[in-house]
């Protein structure tokens, strides 16, 4: 029993010195009163002794303290989920595409090879908006047979005499509106319409009579093409085209006999084919 009165009288004494360090310290609690009562019957021979507090309903603390512990870890740096979405979503805002193939035109007319590019902005996913410009070329030779001889170590040679040569060179400058109606990201067709002016150079010589002939003619014409487009990468696509040329030049050429004007045409309505590369940027 003395263990117990000996532990009590020195938990009171911490508490009257806690009391005062926390009149010193601002991160405390507030003070409270307490008192020390011991029984009667500690008197006794059995020298036992009871310990309780009593606390001043004045001095009750009114404000309460919440200690927690604070943890701080750095994470890696992101851009907002919205502007990246925002801008992955997007895509290309512009496309320009390089390609090969050929005009045949209607009629006897000889078919011309054809290469180009087209370039412009995209209104949204479905929507292209562009400009293209056209090389179609083509050339004749007009020759006679001369002689043949025999080679010695087999065959015959000819000799031939050029009588005269052609070439034209046609360029289409058009303005193009093109729809995708599939994803862009797989293997989808699209389809389109152009529409411009066109402008051929024509120049021939007859080297038999020393005639030469030079002229150029323009006009305008349009063009309604179909075709498939292959991914490649996420941005860069295979495309194949088949178009419809529809377009007839002139010019006006006065007769220097009667000096009288008329108008000289050429028809350049056709069918071609061309594959190249386009690309979004």
């Not at 009562?37 to 309903?57: C, N, T, Y």
């Not at 303290?65 to 907002?80: M, T």
Request: glycine residues 10%; negative net charge.
């Amino acid at each position: 029993m003395k263990l117990r009165v000996w532990m009590a009288m020195a938990a009171g004494v911490m508490i009257v010195h806690s009391a005062a360090w926390a009149e010193s310290s601002s991160l405390a609690l507030e003070k409270v009163a307490c008192r020390v009562e011991k029984s009667a019957s500690a008197s006794s021979s059995s020298q036992s002794s009871d310990l309780s507090f009593a606390v001043d309903p004045s001095s009750t603390p009114t404000t309460s303290f919440i200690h927690e512990s604070v943890r701080w870890r750095p994470r890696r740096w992101r851009e907002p989920e919205s502007s990246y979405s925002s801008s992955h979503k997007s895509g290309p805002q512009g496309f320009t595409q390089i390609h090969a193939g050929f005009l045949d035109p209607d009629g006897e007319a000889t078919s011309m090879f054809l290469a180009g590019f087209r370039a412009g902005g995209n209104v949204d996913r479905h929507v292209q908006l562009g400009v293209g410009v056209d090389w179609a070329h083509a050339s004749e030779r007009s020759t006679v047979i001369i002689s043949r001889e025999p080679l010695p170590g087999g065959g015959t040679s000819e000799r031939r005499q050029e009588l005269a040569k052609s070439s034209s060179h046609l360029f289409p400058i058009m303005a193009q509106l093109q729809i995708t109606p599939g994803e862009p990201d797989q293997l989808h067709p699209y389809f389109g319409v152009a529409g411009g002016y066109d402008v051929l150079l024509v120049s021939a010589e007859d080297f038999t009579t020393g005639t030469k002939f030079d002229a150029t003619y323009g006009g305008w014409g349009w063009q309604a093409y179909a075709g498939f487009a292959i991914p490649l990468s996420h941005n860069s696509t295979l495309n194949v085209e088949g178009f419809r040329n529809t377009a007839r030049v002139g010019r006006d050429v006065s007769d220097p006999v009667t000096a009288q004007t008329y108008r000289e045409e050429v028809d350049l309505h056709g069918f071609g084919l061309r594959a190249g590369l386009g690309w979004g940027f």
